[in-house]
């Protein structure tokens, strides 16, 4: 099996019969492995029928149903549409031909897996925005019970949120603190009790205390 590639979108992993795309994996049994390889390998080409079963199922003897459902099951698994292929062209009375563009280099498989972990990353990061905007929340609810509960003490009609900075210097993150800011406000105004000042009267008030 070659090492590891790429086609279209997907990461193909040969050595654990899986191919990945936007944090989807798809297992594939080993012969629908060995089809999408060869087919890859031979990109633009037309391979016959005859010729695909020579190369799978060597010394075996098979009718051409198991190739046809292994060509199912991989345009399933690649959510390719056969009437209209991206990846897979059936030729009739003739065979199969990979269209789609296939890169076998290691800057390919690299750029594909770091896509893939940036797209984690950020869903690691939306995920810790929410869990941050609710426990502000419950905090912020806390305390206005609390103040409730203590007669000598007025309950807050209105509440502002001023945005959060970020520290970290990383352009790329000022997404999150918005987020989160914004995940604050959105939940506070949900309490009925509370008046939530609007996020630009909240810049307004940040610009007017700040040195």
């Known amino acids: 099996m070659p090492d590891d590639f790429r086609i279209g979108s997907w990461l193909v992993e040969p050595s654990l019969n899986s191919v ?8 594939l049994e080993p012969k629908m492995m060995e089809v999408l390889v060869y087919l890859a390998q031979n990109q633009r080409v037309v391979v016959s029928k005859e010729q695909l079963m020579r190369v799978v199922w060597p010394d075996t003897f098979v009718t051409d149903h198991a190739l046809t459902r292994c060509i199912s099951e991989l345009r399933r698994a690649l ?7 991206s990846f897979i062209e059936t030729i009739p009375k003739r065979g199969y031909r990979f269209i789609a563009t296939v890169d076998f280099t290691s800057e390919g498989t690299r750029s594909a897996d770091l896509r893939g972990r940036g797209r ?8 810790l925005a929410v869990a941050v905007a609710i426990f502000v929340t419950v905090l912020v609810a806390g305390g206005v019970l609390l103040l409730r509960a203590r007669k000598d003490s007025p309950s807050p009609s209105s509440i502002v949120v001023l945005p959060l900075e970020q ?7 000022e997404y ?10 959105t939940n506070l105004a949900k309490i009925k009790s509370l008046r939530v000042i609007s996020r630009t009267s909240a810049m307004q008030s940040r610009e007017s205390i700040s040195p």
């Open 176 to 185: 999150f603190v918005d987020g989160v800011t914004d995940a604050i406000i």
């Open 20 to 27: 990945t795309c936007d944090g989807k994996v798809r297992r």
């Open 167 to 173: 520290l970290s210097g990383a352009a790329e993150q």
């Open 120 to 127: 984690g990353s950020r869903r690691k990061l939306a995920a």
């Open 79 to 85: 959510e390719d549409d056969p009437k209209e292929p």
